[in-house]
């Protein structure tokens, strides 16, 4: 396969919530493509719209209009069920609030994406050690998250959301819930990772002190997307 | 390995769960056990006959206390349905009398070397008309043993018996039992009558067919029934055993819904996490697996305490309680317990599939 038909095509992008009069149109006409190896920064108010952009890319939410293709697949048009093979096997998401699971150490948190895909193996305990030790939280693997501190939580979720190796990262505001110092660097290495692995990288935020670290940086505000400045 | 790890660190939750399903599971095997108990209390004599059918005079209602049949009728029976595949049995209430002590018995007459022989569980059978065989609840309650006398008393007067044989199971409308040649029982039931007595009460016949109308047709005055038939024409029996199923039903109906409403609960409480799993990739079916795993595991922990705790409880509970322990008390529970689960599982999947994976990433 070529680098560019592992692209991630956006074509005219609408979500549109209710109808009528009353309906609101979150995402407005979004078109970009982002390349493998590249980190994006989608940067706007609360309220942009640009969570619910997220949820169209990473196929948790289907769009009103238009269509995303990530390499070959046609995202938009997937089934539920088909949606969330997607996201198993070319996600890997980055929440706002972490969201680990929290009855499961570090190291099983990332193996539950391997227990989901039924690859619950020596390959997969491997792989869980190693990625926990790049984003250096290698000697907290049998933590609870709750023992963790926030910077380390967010660290485990980079490592769940690249433990199915796949294609497209999506991270929604990282720092939201790390002091400047933690998030700088939980970027830092998110950013390290996207590169190294050639992963397509989708940073959603509205902390501009992290634009240092993307690429490029795409401003949306009121649904609308165009250029920004990093 | 998740599910698990998941009870592993919610133990005080699950625990409680599996607390309360374990006594669920005992309080189903409990009243099974009552059942069978007040059953056996009640018809175990009549149902410890190795006999199919019962013949009974006409116009006794089936009843073993009212029903008497006279010697020419005993001679048809046995002269349609063999000799050797009918005996007669005979019945009476009298007070068997042992020092300052006395207990009302079932006392039973039986043909000697016939089908209506009980089945000894210790001892040997009657081989005169001074021997009498006893049941283990009379052994119990009264001390006798084995080579013990025994005085049985009639209206009129006294009957001195040696012990020389045990059955087990052989209760009659709460009375324990007592067995003694039919002959003997013929003199004690009815006194003075000499040959004019009735014969017997009922005859056993063993073997099935047409049988029953055959015998019924032949017989005058005569009415043919199966043991089942007879057993629930015992006085209160069939309202009892009515009263015993309902309330059967009714745990089993609880039971099931306390299970099944745990595991819709338990999803519910967990809709966060199940839609970070769903998020990442997990389909419905992989949520679901989990949860029917959990499921297992608690249904087994139920189980494996409530059973141990029923045994115990039969061990130790005083003997006059009519309580029998049985396999199908322990299968009423188990399934009980399965369809409670199979009920939890049902409702908790619809929960599964309407938990949106979106709400993961919280407002959107």
């Known amino acids: ?230 | 390995m998740l599910a698990l790890q998941e009870i592993r660190r919610k133990k005080l939750q699950f625990g409680l769960i599996m607390l309360i399903v374990g006594l669920i599971v005992y309080l189903l095997v409990m009243i099974g056990a009552l059942g069978t108990g007040l059953m056996s209390a009640m018809s175990g004599a009549v149902n410890s006959f190795k006999v199919d059918l019962v013949v009974f005079s006409a116009d006794s209602n089936n009843s073993f206390l009212r029903s008497e049949l006279t010697a020419d009728q005993r001679r048809a029976i046995a002269d349609l349905a063999g000799s050797d595949k009918t005996g007669a049995v005979g019945y009476m209430v009298a007070t068997a009398q042992r020092g300052a002590g006395s207990e009302e018995v079932a006392l039973f007459g039986f043909e000697r070397g016939s089908v209506a022989e009980p089945s000894i569980s210790s001892g040997r059978s009657i081989s005169s008309q001074n021997e009498i065989l006893v049941d283990r609840s009379l052994s119990r309650s009264t001390g006798v043993r084995v080579g013990d006398t025994i005085v049985m008393r009639n209206a009129l007067k006294d009957y001195t018996f040696t012990i020389v044989g045990e059955v087990d199971k052989g209760q009659f409308l709460g009375l324990p039992a007592a067995y003694v040649d039919i002959d003997q029982w013929r003199e004690m039931r009815y006194p003075d009558q000499g040959n004019d007595a009735p014969a017997a009460s009922a005859v056993l016949i063993r073997g099935g067919g047409d049988t029953a109308a055959r015998v019924e047709q032949a017989v005058d005055n005569s009415s043919v029934v199966t043991k089942s038939a007879a057993i629930n024409a015992i006085g209160g029996v069939k309202q009892q055993q009515q009263v015993v199923m309902t309330i059967e039903l009714f745990g089993f109906v609880i039971g099931a819904l306390v299970i099944g409403s745990f595991f819709f609960v338990l999803t519910m409480q967990r809709s966060y996490e199940i839609a970070i799993f769903k998020a990442i990739g997990a389909s419905n079916w992989w949520v679901f697996g989990q949860l029917v795993q959990q499921v297992a595991v608690v249904a087994l922990a139920g189980v494996a305490l409530g059973i141990p705790l029923a045994v115990l409880t039969a061990a130790v509970i005083p003997s006059d309680v009519p309580l029998k322990v049985t396999a199908g008390a322990f299968l009423t529970g188990g399934i009980s317990m399965a369809v409670g689960a199979l009920l939890g599982a049902v409702f908790s999947a619809r929960q599964v599939v309407r938990i949106n994976p979106i709400s993961a990433l919280g407002q959107v």
Do not use: C
């Open chain 1, 1 to 230: 396969m070529r680098e560019d038909e592992r692209e991630l095509v956006a074509q005219s992008l609408a979500k549109v919530y209710g109808s009528g009069e009353t309906a609101v149109e979150a995402v407005r006409e979004a078109s970009f493509s982002v390349r493998p190896g590249e980190f994006v920064a989608v940067v706007g108010p609360s309220g942009s719209g640009k969570t619910t952009l997220l949820a169209i890319l990473g196929g948790l939410l289907a769009p009103t209009r238009g269509r995303v293709f990530v390499g070959d697949i046609d995202v938009g048009r997937l089934s539920e069920a088909e949606r969330a093979r997607f996201r198993r096997d070319s996600v890997g998401f980055v929440f706002q609030g972490f969201n680990l699971v929290p009855y499961l150490t570090a190291e099983q948190n990332l193996l539950a994406v391997a227990a989901i895909s039924g690859k619950l193996n020596g390959e997969a305990r491997r792989r869980a050690r190693q990625l926990l030790q790049e984003l250096g939280i290698g000697k907290r693997w049998d933590h609870l998250p709750g023992k963790l501190s926030g910077g380390e939580r967010q660290r485990v979720a980079i490592g769940r959301a690249l433990m199915n190796d796949p294609l497209l990262v999506l991270v929604d505001e990282p720092t939201s819930n790390l002091d400047s110092e933690q998030g700088s660097s939980v970027v830092r290495s998110l950013a390290e990772e996207v590169r190294t692995r050639s992963k397509i990288g989708v940073m959603v935020t509205h902390d501009r002190r992290m634009l240092g670290y993307v690429d490029r940086v795409l401003e949306i505000a009121d649904g609308r997307l165009r250029p920004g400045e990093p």
